[in-house]
Structures are given as structure tokens and as C-alpha cells.
């Protein structure tokens, strides 16, 4: 149980265009999604943690208008990269809390999508 | 600013020992504890969480906590090879369900 998938794991594009990145929590409902990036060799960080049916909630430094999300449904999270740039390039990672767990806290993460902005 | 410290290694251990890696959290008020392995280009995978005081353990693992101390551990036995890998601590401390991680301690388990 609690496996969360991705999609697409990899994604190359030019300069200036948008990419968006699903999550999908397949065998539980997730009122909450986690969005995380990592650059290479260094740790998480937490991008925005997104609500169903709610506005995301962006961490401080991370820009909404750039990077989109969408929670429209329990099992779904959507992020859209908008007019990506060569320094958006990383590793993006989602992970989902599971509310029917007994223990809400635990997150289960996604594959996570390698994105690379020519 | 609520802060989560793990030396980051590399922990270099050799096949069969005990690995030993150790997390402290500045938030007293944090309730659930947790360790995931991140493989090279992997997405980070949960070993173990752990609630309350003392000893957790599951199969080669043992997770370790002292609230008082605030201080968590994470101790795997007859290491292999293949538990080479970026262990996290992640600490939630109770303002919602986000989790705050650590940067990451390094294992190389040598053959």
C-alpha cells in the first residue's frame, strides 16, 4: 500500500516553456500533497504542501505565480513549472499523507521527475 | 526557525557492523520522528517512524528516541552493501503535516 506515482520521470525542454508534473497517490486518498525539489547534492526542500479543493501554500522564496498547483481531486496533485528556465532545471519530488492512516504525519513519496530547461 | 541536524558523513561502515546515525531537533513540541533512505537519484523511501521514547525496532533496524534529549538514532545492523545510501531524518512538529528534514548522513558500507 501507499504507493505514489508521477509522471512524466523525466522531462527536457527549451527555455520558456511550461511543464507540468502530476502526482497521483494510487491506492489511498490524499487531502494532502507535498511538493519538494532537490539540486544535486543537496537536501529536500519543501516547495509547497498543496490542499484538495484549497490553494497551495508556498514556502517562503518560492514563486506561485511560477509554479503552479493544482489539487483538484484526492488522489491528484499537479505542478506546472511555468516559462522554465535553465535554473529551474532539478529534481522534483512529491510526496502524499495519507488520511486514512493511523498515523496522518507519515508521507510517502513519489519517483520523483528529473526536469532539465535547455 | 526549527532545525534538524545530522552530521553529513560519508559514515563509512565495513560489511556486518552496526551502523549508527544520529538526528537532533530543535522543536521540543515534536510529536512523530522518521528515517527514510534516499538512493542516488531516488526518491527518498521510509524505513521507520518512531512516536514515543526508546526503541523501535523492525527486522536490521532500530530507531532510538529521547525527547528529552531531543535526539533520534537510527541504528542498522549487519550492514551490507547495499544499504549504501543518504539516510533523512524528517521531524513533524505538530503546526500542520509538513515535515521538516534534515540534510542528510551519508552511509558507505564497505565489503
Known amino acids: 500500500g501507499a504507493v505514489v506515482s508521477q509522471h512524466p520521470s523525466w522531462v527536457i525542454c527549451k527555455s520558456g516553456t511550461s511543464v507540468k508534473i502530476e502526482c497521483r497517490s494510487l491506492?489511498?486518498?490524499?487531502?494532502?500533497m507535498f511538493w519538494y525539489r532537490q539540486f544535486p547534492k543537496q537536501s529536500l526542500m519543501l516547495m509547497a504542501t498543496s490542499n484538495e479543493g484549497s490553494k497551495a501554500t508556498y514556502e517562503q522564496g518560492v514563486e506561485k505565480d511560477k509554479f503552479l498547483i493544482n489539487h483538484a481531486s484526492l488522489t491528484l496533485s499537479t505542478l506546472t513549472v511555468t516559462s522554465a528556465h535553465p535554473e529551474d532545471s532539478s529534481f522534483y519530488i512529491c510526496?502524499?499523507?495519507?488520511?486514512?492512516?493511523?498515523?496522518?504525519?507519515?508521507?510517502?513519496f513519489g519517483p520523483g521527475t528529473r526536469l532539465l530547461v535547455l | 526557525q526549527k532545525e534538524v541536524e545530522q552530521n553529513s558523513g560519508p559514515l563509512s561502515v565495513p560489511e556486518g557492523a552496526i551502523a549508527s546515525l544520529n538526528c537532533t531537533y530543535s522543536d521540543r513540541g515534536s510529536q512523530s520522528f522518521f528515517w527514510y533512505r534516499q538512493y542516488s537519484g531516488k526518491s527518498p523511501e521510509l524505513i521507520m517512524s518512531?512516536?514515543?521514547?526508546g526503541d523501535k525496532e523492525d527486522g536490521r533496524f532500530t530507531a532510538q528516541l529521547n525527547k528529552a534529549s531531543q535526539y533520534v538514532s537510527l541504528l542498522i545492523r549487519d550492514s551490507q552493501p547495499s544499504d549504501s545510501a543518504t539516510y533523512l531524518c524528517a521531524v513533524n512538529s505538530n503546526s500542520g503535516y509538513a515535515l521538516n528534514f534534515g540534510k542528510g548522513t551519508s552511509l558507505l558500507v564497505t565489503p
Open positions: 518512531i512516536y514515543s521514547n
Open positions: 491506492d489511498f486518498q490524499a487531502t494532502t
Open positions: 510526496s502524499a499523507r495519507d488520511i486514512s492512516g493511523i498515523r496522518q504525519e507519515t508521507q510517502y
